[in-house]
């Protein structure tokens, strides 16, 4: 049986069920950011256009559901330069935590809670930003004299600072400062 499972994981899905996650990673997303962690995952499916069944059959927890919106946001490395997604992704990160306060919240159990998603996702949520900024540093783009993880410090007071009416882009401002100060001599 177990055989079974782990084949089932990594078959593909039919292109209608890839477009069923799709929209429901994009409502969770969006409703996790207008509700937090409160949302409904009735009211997810229902918006998605699909049954509540097919939302539990992909995700069975709400923080299964919370860990795939995060994940889904984080698949840059193949799409970007090195120095552009590590970017992106810390623009990412700033963007929960100023214009998704809700996602803030459910996100913040990463950081400080005790939850599954915590536990799974601290080591996963480090390895990507190691994997982003080594990747940088080994095309010559950054130079980085510091813990990876200490970026993510970095932001939460980049979070903190950017409140307000251009919250947003005093955050993509002090990101971009962050980037400059990684940029390699050249």
């Not at 078959?11 to 950011?33: G, H, P, W």
């Not at 409904?40 to 998605?48: K, P, V």
């Not at 919106?69 to 090195?82: A, D, F, I, K, M």
């Amino acid at each position: 049986m177990a055989d079974e499972d782990q084949s089932a994981a990594f078959r593909k899905l039919r292109a209608d069920a890839q477009r069923n996650r799709d929209r429901l990673l994009e409502t969770a997303k969006a409703a996790f950011a207008a509700k937090g962690a409160r949302a409904s995952l009735d009211e997810i499916a229902r918006i998605s256009g699909v049954g509540v069944g097919t939302l539990y059959r992909n995700f069975p927890t709400r923080d299964d559901l919370i860990e795939a919106v995060y994940r889904n946001e984080t698949r840059l490395r193949e799409t970007n330069s090195p120095i552009r997604a590590l970017r992106e992704w810390l623009l990412l990160f700033v963007d929960y935590m100023t214009t998704k306060q809700g996602m803030y919240e459910a996100l913040n159990s990463i950081v400080e809670g005790t939850s599954r998603l915590y536990s799974a996702s601290t080591t996963q949520i480090s390895q990507a930003l190691a994997d982003l900024a080594d990747r940088a540093v080994a095309s010559g783009e950054i130079y980085l004299d510091l813990e990876p993880f200490d970026l993510l410090r970095a932001l939460a007071g980049v979070g903190c600072a950017s409140s307000g009416p251009e919250g947003k882009q005093a955050a993509k401002r002090m990101v971009d400062i962050l980037i400059a100060g990684l940029r390699a001599p050249t």
